[in-house]
């Protein structure tokens, strides 16, 4: 055996620790990076957070509560009571659910359990290319089709045909641009995420629990009743939850079909307003600093609104997949 | 026997409004598409794509500057969004369950869900009030913070789906951990992550409430970040919530283009995962 020379034997050991201390170097910068990234997310929120109160503060500070519980918005007396833009969003939302949450777990039922393979896919392809549709372009069908179709058609049909109009809700004249128009735009752009959505936590319903109903006798509804929707129900909660955090929040296509008028009416045949809708449509001619502001006091409460139902939403949407893991 | 019967004529019934409820969801797409081909495409012509916006009563005109701006909103979005949003997406994968991730993770499942126009407030405060004036980079900033949490997510997924071995192997061989996650992780994801990036670009590029507050529009020919820029949603916003027949038609038209460019988009972010995970794995 000959011994290696002992400097070389040092020098090749410190060339080693060398390119080890290198890559660990290397290592430790490339951590730092990806983890400065990741810290973007959270710092994002954050940021709109401050942002988006620091615009909101004067208003909040000179006007207080009654921005919320007011509902005289008169820019020229300095009145700004956002109760009217509050209650459509809250009215155009619910109608927006009404409409598409039966649909939309409709088709997440058919897509899952009854579908014939081949319509699987382009079923599915196009329910999920609503959600690609910009809302903008939602709002140039909306006001060229969808509300000369309401105007002339289903307004007259429900008020009179139907004698919904005895109720306050279908009460009035048919303007077109309206509470119902928005409702109907909201649906169509909710549809989407509550279906796929639903049909992803319907999917991940184990085969034992529809097997073991239809060995008890059930009909294949009452599989999907008694022992699949159940199994499903908090994830398809999530979904519709997401579905609603759309409708809270979505601005284009609402403010060119509701009719951007700052009053509470019963009825859906009625032009309204929405939180939304409202900032878009003044922000460009905000005559003054407060007004400027209280627009930007209606952002900051949509925002806690939306952060609120999107986080409830994802919140149950995880607490489905956890429970599929264990 | 009877109750039998009427249980299954109920199961029946039900089985069919689920085929109607899908019947009916695909139908606004179909109408919606319908009315685009019918009422965009006989007013597009080469002029539309090369021309810029004439006043109300000259005939002809054309969105080149909305076309061209709103590619330039796309760029300067995607230049903020894919990089943050990719290495935070392999720091979420990478630690799972660091508290950091945690965070991360719930937060960019939020942020998804944010309005954008709240994004639009954000980006107003941040960088047009304390300038002075609106600007394409404002425009793109706020379309670049919406793309972060989407691409996020999306790598995140992405990368997940990559054996665990694969980066075991390359670590065997001495590689280290960074090269690891970029030449070999990362590479082997890139179909899904190239995806994701188009999904986040479809999402955006027709995004209108945003660009009220950061890009604002502008009539005349622009390309400079630090100008009021035009997009192609805004002008169709501007046109159809107009008085004139004529500009009614170039909204069509518009969105036409617009509906376009995201479905492009979006068929090719399908394209491209399929031809990966379709071929044969050996």
Same mark, same amino acid.
């Given at each position: ?326 | ?70 590619? /330039?909103?796309? +760029? &300067?979005?995607?230049?903020?969004? %894919?990089?943050?949003? $990719? *290495?935070?997406?392999?720091? !979420? #994968? ?22 954008? /126009?709240?994004? +639009? &407030?954000?980006?107003?405060?941040? %960088?047009?009030?304390? $300038? *002075?004036?609106?600007?394409? !980079? #404002? ?144």
């Amino acid at each position: 055996m000959t011994s290696l020379p002992v400097d070389w034997l040092e020098k090749e050991k410190d060339r080693r620790t060398l390119r080890v201390d290198a890559s660990a170097f290397s290592d430790k910068v490339y951590e730092a990076l990806t983890a400065a990234c990741a810290l973007v997310v959270p710092g994002l929120v954050i940021a709109i957070a401050v942002a988006v109160f620091a615009a909101a503060w004067p208003a909040f500070a000179k006007l207080g509560l009654s921005i919320v519980t007011t509902s005289d918005w008169d820019v020229a007396a300095g009145h700004f009571g956002a109760a009217p833009a509050i209650f459509g969003t809250i009215v155009s939302s619910a109608v927006a659910l009404i409409i598409a949450t039966p649909l939309a777990i409709g088709v997440a039922v058919f897509l899952s359990e009854f579908s014939p393979t081949w319509l699987r896919q382009p079923v599915g392809f196009l329910v999920d290319l609503l959600a690609a549709i910009p809302s903008v372009v939602y709002g140039l069908w909306g006001i060229f089709v969808l509300i000369p179709l309401l105007r002339e058609h289903v307004m007259p049909f429900l008020r009179d045909t139907l004698h919904l109009g005895a109720t306050p809700f279908f009460r009035g004249p048919a303007y077109g641009p309206s509470m119902l128009a928005a409702g109907v735009i909201l649906s169509i752009m909710a549809l989407p995420y509550i279906s796929s959505v639903s049909r992803e936590v319907l999917m991940a319903v184990p085969r034992s629990q529809r097997e073991a109903a239809l060995a008890l006798g059930a009909t294949r509804w009452e599989m999907i009743r008694d022992a699949v929707v159940p199994y499903a129900r908090s994830g398809i909660i999530g979904g519709i939850m997401l579905g609603l955090g759309r409708a809270l929040g979505e601005t284009m296509a609402v403010t060119m079909v509701i009719g951007n008028r700052p009053e509470i009416s019963a009825s859906l045949l009625a032009p309204g307003y929405t939180m939304a809708s409202l900032i878009a449509n003044e922000f460009s001619e905000a005559t003054n600093d407060l007004h400027l502001s209280a627009l930007m006091a209606v952002g900051a409460i949509l925002f806690i609104i939306t952060l609120i139902v999107n986080a409830g939403a994802r919140w149950l949407v995880w607490s489905v997949s956890r429970k599929r893991a264990q | 026997m009877t109750n039998a019967r009427s249980r299954h004529l109920v199961s029946g019934a039900m089985i069919g409004l689920t085929y109607l409820a899908a019947a009916l969801a695909t139908l606004p797409l179909l109408f919606i598409l319908f009315h685009l081909l019918v009422k965009g495409a006989s007013s597009i012509s080469l002029a539309f794509f090369t021309h810029m916006p004439r006043p109300v009563g000259e005939p002809g005109g054309g969105m080149a500057n909305a076309i061209v701006g709103t590619l /330039i909103l796309i +760029g &300067i979005a995607s230049a903020i969004g %894919l990089p943050i949003g $990719i *290495g935070a997406g392999l720091h !979420l #994968a990478e630690k799972k369950t660091t508290p950091l991730a945690h965070t991360a993770r719930f937060l960019a499942d939020v942020l998804n869900g944010l309005p954008s /126009i709240v994004m +639009g &407030i954000f980006a107003w405060e941040v %960088l047009v009030r304390p $300038i *002075g004036h609106f600007s394409a !980079l #404002a425009g793109g900033v706020a379309l670049g913070a919406m793309m972060i949490p989407l691409v996020t997510r999306t790598t995140e997924e992405m990368l997940l789906v990559v054996p665990t071995s694969l980066r075991e192997a390359a670590l065997a061989l001495g590689y280290p951990k960074w090269r690891t996650s970029i030449s070999v992780v990362l590479r082997t994801a890139l179909a899904g992550i190239v995806t994701g990036a188009l999904v986040a670009v479809a999402r955006i590029a027709g995004e209108t409430a945003p660009l009220l507050f950061t890009a604002l529009g502008n009539q005349f020919w622009s390309t400079s970040f630090r100008e009021p820029i035009a997009a192609l949603p805004l002008q169709i916003f501007t046109y159809a919530t107009n008085a004139y027949d004529e500009l009614h038609r170039l909204a069509w038209a518009g969105a036409l283009v617009l509906i376009s460019i995201v479905l492009v988009i979006s068929l090719a972010a399908r394209f491209v995962t399929r031809s990966r995970f379709g071929a044969p794995v050996d």
